[in-house]
Each structure stands twice: as C-alpha cells, then as structure tokens.
C-alpha cells in the first residue's frame, strides 16, 4: 500500500546533483498521475546518465570501467505528492556514503523549480566483480567522481 504524507517544503538544491528527466503518458497509471514503480526508473536513468557523461556506462553490452558494472542491492522510496501528467521532473541525488564496495544514494523526484517534492528515498549500490559476481571495491576514479556528489554532513 502507497501511504501519501505531507512533505516538507523542498529546500534549495546545493549538493549532490540535479538531472532533469521527461515523464511520458506511457509513464502514468490510468488516473493520470506517475505510475509508483516508474519513481524507481526514472531515478535510474538520472543516476545512469550521470554518470555515463562522466565515462562510467555500458557501450556494445560491455562497461566502460569495471565500476559500471554494479547492481542495486537496497530500494526505498516515501511518496508525497503525485506528479501529475506528462513533462519534465527533477531528480536530486547524492551519495550519502561511499563504501569499499556500496555506495549510498539519496534522492528526491521534484519539480523543475524546486519547490515540490514529489518523493524521496534511498538506494544502495553494490559493485561487482563480472566474473565472480562477488562485491569488490570502487576504482580510485569511481571515488574521485563520487566525491563531487557526497552530501555534506553537519
């Protein structure tokens, strides 16, 4: 069951990184409004076009750095407010903690302007091994880029 709660309001964006997203009508449930696991994909493609502007993807169905290859091991989303119809939405995210071998996002759906959050939650990240298909750490690189998104702490 999708629990709806009232969010507070979006404060301003000056951390982790913003990646504006469209939501299409295939992306809606039958009352008009984004679909609940389409909230996980277009979070998914934020974070991997993120990314891959910076080198870490997938080309010809091979990883352009061995920290490309990783795997979502934790999902966790609260929803707010519904985003409404098609158009762009905002996904903020960040890294809440890099580990060895995980890495710990947060993330919020709002809107282009800011000022709504629509969603927020959690994801975690486990890098692997191809061959192994055992955790093994981040590359030197992945770290340097991950840095640039780390969420200060208090």
């Given at each position: 069951?999708?629990?709806?709660?009232?969010?507070?309001?979006?404060?301003?964006?000056?951390?982790?990184?913003?990646?504006?997203?469209?939501?299409?009508?295939?992306?809606?449930?039958?009352m008009?409004?984004?679909?609940?696991?389409?909230?996980?994909?277009?979070?998914?493609?934020?974070?991997?076009?993120?990314?891959?502007?910076?080198?870490?993807?997938?080309?010809?169905?091979?990883?352009?750095?061995?920290?490309?290859?990783?795997?979502?091991?934790?999902?966790?989303?609260?929803?707010?407010?519904?985003?409404?119809?098609?158009?762009?939405?905002?996904?903020?995210?960040?890294?809440?903690?890099?580990?060895?071998?995980?890495?710990?996002?947060?993330?919020?759906?709002?809107?282009?302007?800011?000022?709504?959050?629509?969603?927020?939650?959690?994801?975690v990240?486990?890098?692997?091994?191809?061959?192994?298909?055992?955790?093994?750490?981040?590359?030197?690189?992945?770290?340097?880029?991950?840095?640039?998104?780390?969420?200060?702490?208090?």
């Amino acid at each position: 069951m999708t629990t709806v709660t009232e969010p507070a309001a979006a404060p301003a964006v000056s951390y982790g990184a913003t990646v504006h997203i469209p939501v299409h009508f295939d992306d809606l449930d039958a009352m008009g409004m984004l679909h609940n696991s389409r909230y996980a994909v277009l979070v998914e493609r934020a974070v991997s076009l993120w990314w891959a502007e910076r080198g870490v993807s997938f080309s010809g169905g091979r990883p352009t750095t061995p920290d490309a290859f990783n795997v979502v091991r934790e999902y966790g989303i609260t929803f707010h407010r519904p985003v409404l119809g098609t158009g762009d939405i905002t996904i903020h995210f960040w890294l809440d903690k890099i580990g060895t071998t995980s890495a710990a996002y947060g993330f919020r759906v709002i809107s282009t302007d800011a000022t709504t959050v629509h969603a927020e939650g959690r994801r975690v990240n486990v890098r692997l091994n191809p061959a192994t298909m055992r955790p093994e750490p981040w590359t030197d690189h992945a770290r340097g880029l991950a840095a640039t998104i780390l969420r200060p702490t208090a």
